[in-house]
Structures are given as structure tokens and as C-alpha cells.
């Protein structure tokens, strides 16, 4: 049985992480506010991108570098798979559930014969990845440095996929990612990058300037935005996922505290109990 003053620095050490996980919960909670809104914000602006794309679909694209992101090489021999996850722990299930989602679909690939190649966005998802397929990650994208995510972290993700489509490096990308839906529900999602999938449409439309010009910066932008909009996904799924846990972190700590009490009054009054029957013990045999 531990001694009294054992149970006494566990109830105090215990007390101290309640603290701390009291203080993560409030930091989440205030911070979750600003990332629900910027991610429901940009939901509208990545959906009507992806409605004028629709407009392209089934005519016929003039040929050009960019204009692949749209029709695709016509083979889908090699995979690139994109993993964004977040930087930190401490939020439960939430990064290992995309980084589960990645893993069958990449396995699922290796089963086909196909090849694959990763890029990770996300010190998390790239530290489990590591573990499995940790030869097949080409790239990673560091964000731990970044105070507030923009548009401009997004862009320079798109130019480098984009860079290694113009050189031939594959076929098809896929972005793997958390939608946000709620603080309890996180779900893990993929979308197809490229070629951007552009269900046939029968809409007669006339483009001024062309079709070419117009692909040339709407594909770019259209591919930078999903992952704006997936990456603003990630970071509030992140950081209701890391609400969620340090709520139940406290919890289980103020359990802990209760049962370490209950557990030293016990010995203490054992102890008196010991003590006084010591003292009368005594008295008698005087």
C-alpha cells in the first residue's frame, strides 16, 4: 500500500495536469471559434470554383501544360497521395483517422500494382506514414512556423504539386483530409486533385477571353483552393478534436483526484486508528 506521503504527490501531481489540460481545453475552445469560420466561410467560394469547372465539362479543352490538370495524362499508373494532418497530438483520434483513411487507400493502390508517391502536409501524419511507407514520401510540407493559415500557404502546396505534374512525376493526386461537420463529428475525406473531376454538362456557354486563357488561371486557383479549404478543414476538426479530449483529460483527472483522496483518507484514519490502539495497548498494561 503507498505510503501517505506518496498518495499526497500523486493527488498534487494529478492536480497539476488538471490544470494544464484545463488551460488547453479553454485555449482550443477560443481558438475553434475563428477556425469554424473561416472554414464554413470558405466552403461557398471552393463549391462555385468547382460549379464553373462543371462548365468545361465534356467539351474539348485545347492542349496545353495546364489544361492536363483538367483531361489528366490518360493513364493512372502512378498515384500521388497528399496527407494533410495536423502539426500537434494532444487531440485524440484526429490524426491517426486520416492517416487510417491514407493508409487503406495506399494499400489498396499497392494491391493494384500501381505506384505511389506521398507528399505530407503535417509533422503528425508524417511521423505514423513514416512507419509503413516511409520510402514512398517524396516530400513534406512543414507548417509548424505558420501563426495563421492563408491562402498563401495553400498556393505554394498547389505550384509544388503542380510542378511535379508538368514533369511527368504522376498521373493522379489525392488529397487526404478531415471535414469539419461538428465539435463532436470530424470526418476523414478525399478528393481527387487531378485531373479535377468535372461531371459532363450540356450547358451551351461561349467563354470570352477562351477556354484556354480562362483554364490557365482558374485550374491553379481551383487546385490551391481545395487545399485551402481542406487545410482549414484540418485546423478546426483540429482543434475541436483537441477541445473534445483535454475536456475528457480533465475529467478523468478530477476522477483520479477523488480516488487518491478517497484512497489517503482511508490510510490516514488507519493509521490514527493504529495509533490510538498502540496508546491504549499500552495504558492497559501499565
Same mark, same amino acid.
Request: aromatic residues 6%; proline residues 3%.
Given at each position: 500500500?503507498? %505510503?501517505?506521503?506518496?498518495?499526497?504527490?500523486? @493527488? %498534487?501531481?494529478?492536480?497539476?495536469?488538471?490544470?494544464?489540460?484545463?488551460?488547453?481545453?479553454?485555449?482550443? *475552445?477560443?481558438?475553434?471559434?475563428?477556425?469554424?469560420?473561416?472554414?464554413?466561410?470558405?466552403?461557398?467560394?471552393?463549391?462555385?470554383?468547382?460549379?464553373?469547372?462543371? #462548365?468545361?465539362?465534356?467539351?474539348?479543352?485545347?492542349?496545353?501544360?495546364? =489544361?492536363?490538370?483538367?483531361?489528366?495524362?490518360?493513364?493512372? *499508373?502512378?498515384?500521388?497521395?497528399?496527407?494533410?494532418?495536423?502539426? #500537434?497530438?494532444?487531440?485524440? =483520434?484526429?490524426?491517426?483517422?486520416?492517416?487510417?483513411?491514407?493508409? +487503406?487507400?495506399? $494499400?489498396?493502390?499497392? *494491391?493494384?500494382?500501381?505506384?505511389?508517391?506521398?507528399?505530407?502536409?503535417?509533422?503528425?501524419?508524417?511521423?505514423?506514414?513514416?512507419?509503413?511507407?516511409?520510402?514512398?514520401?517524396?516530400?513534406?510540407? +512543414?507548417?509548424?512556423?505558420?501563426?495563421?493559415?492563408?491562402?498563401?500557404?495553400?498556393? +505554394?502546396?498547389?505550384?509544388? @504539386?503542380?510542378?511535379?505534374?508538368?514533369?511527368?512525376?504522376?498521373?493522379?493526386?489525392?488529397?487526404?483530409?478531415?471535414?469539419?461537420?461538428?465539435?463532436?463529428?470530424?470526418?476523414?475525406? !478525399?478528393?481527387?486533385?487531378?485531373?479535377?473531376? !468535372?461531371?459532363?454538362? +450540356? !450547358?451551351?456557354?461561349?467563354?470570352?477571353?477562351?477556354?484556354?486563357?480562362?483554364?490557365?488561371?482558374?485550374?491553379?486557383?481551383?487546385?490551391?483552393?481545395?487545399?485551402? %479549404?481542406?487545410?482549414?478543414?484540418?485546423?478546426?476538426?483540429?482543434?475541436?478534436?483537441?477541445?473534445? !479530449?483535454?475536456?475528457?483529460?480533465?475529467?478523468?483527472?478530477?476522477?483520479?483526484?477523488? $480516488?487518491?483522496?478517497?484512497?489517503?483518507? $482511508?490510510?490516514?484514519? *488507519?493509521?490514527?486508528?493504529?495509533?490510538?490502539?498502540?496508546?491504549?495497548?499500552?495504558?492497559?498494561?501499565?
Amino acid at each position: 500500500m503507498a %505510503s501517505l506521503k506518496d498518495l499526497r504527490g500523486r @493527488i %498534487s501531481s494529478v492536480k497539476a495536469t488538471r490544470k494544464i489540460t484545463k488551460a488547453m481545453q479553454m485555449v482550443a *475552445a477560443a481558438k475553434l471559434r475563428r477556425a469554424q469560420d473561416q472554414a464554413e466561410a470558405a466552403r461557398p467560394y471552393a463549391e462555385q470554383l468547382g460549379k464553373i469547372l462543371e #462548365r468545361f465539362g465534356g467539351r474539348t479543352v485545347p492542349p496545353s501544360a495546364i =489544361a492536363k490538370l483538367m483531361t489528366g495524362t490518360g493513364s493512372d *499508373a502512378t498515384h500521388l497521395v497528399v496527407v494533410a494532418t495536423g502539426e #500537434r497530438g494532444l487531440a485524440g =483520434a484526429f490524426n491517426t483517422n486520416i492517416v487510417r483513411l491514407a493508409r +487503406d487507400h495506399l $494499400r489498396r493502390l499497392q *494491391a493494384e500494382g500501381k505506384t505511389i508517391k506521398i507528399i505530407t502536409v503535417g509533422r503528425k501524419g508524417a511521423d505514423q506514414l513514416r512507419r509503413d511507407f516511409g520510402k514512398l514520401v517524396i516530400d513534406h510540407v +512543414d507548417l509548424r512556423g505558420v501563426r495563421q493559415l492563408g491562402y498563401a500557404n495553400a498556393r +505554394d502546396i498547389a505550384q509544388l @504539386i503542380i510542378k511535379r505534374f508538368e514533369h511527368g512525376e504522376f498521373d493522379v493526386a489525392t488529397l487526404f483530409f478531415s471535414k469539419f461537420e461538428n465539435i463532436i463529428t470530424q470526418k476523414p475525406s !478525399a478528393i481527387q486533385l487531378i485531373p479535377v473531376e !468535372a461531371p459532363p454538362s +450540356d !450547358a451551351m456557354v461561349e467563354f470570352e477571353p477562351d477556354e484556354a486563357e480562362i483554364l490557365e488561371d482558374l485550374l491553379p486557383r481551383n487546385l490551391a483552393t481545395k487545399i485551402y %479549404s481542406a487545410l482549414l478543414e484540418n485546423n478546426a476538426g483540429f482543434y475541436a478534436s483537441q477541445m473534445t !479530449a483535454m475536456d475528457n483529460a480533465t475529467r478523468n483527472a478530477g476522477d483520479m483526484v477523488d $480516488r487518491y483522496t478517497l484512497e489517503y483518507n $482511508r490510510a490516514r484514519q *488507519a493509521m490514527i486508528t493504529r495509533e490510538l490502539i498502540e496508546i491504549i495497548s499500552g495504558a492497559e498494561a501499565v
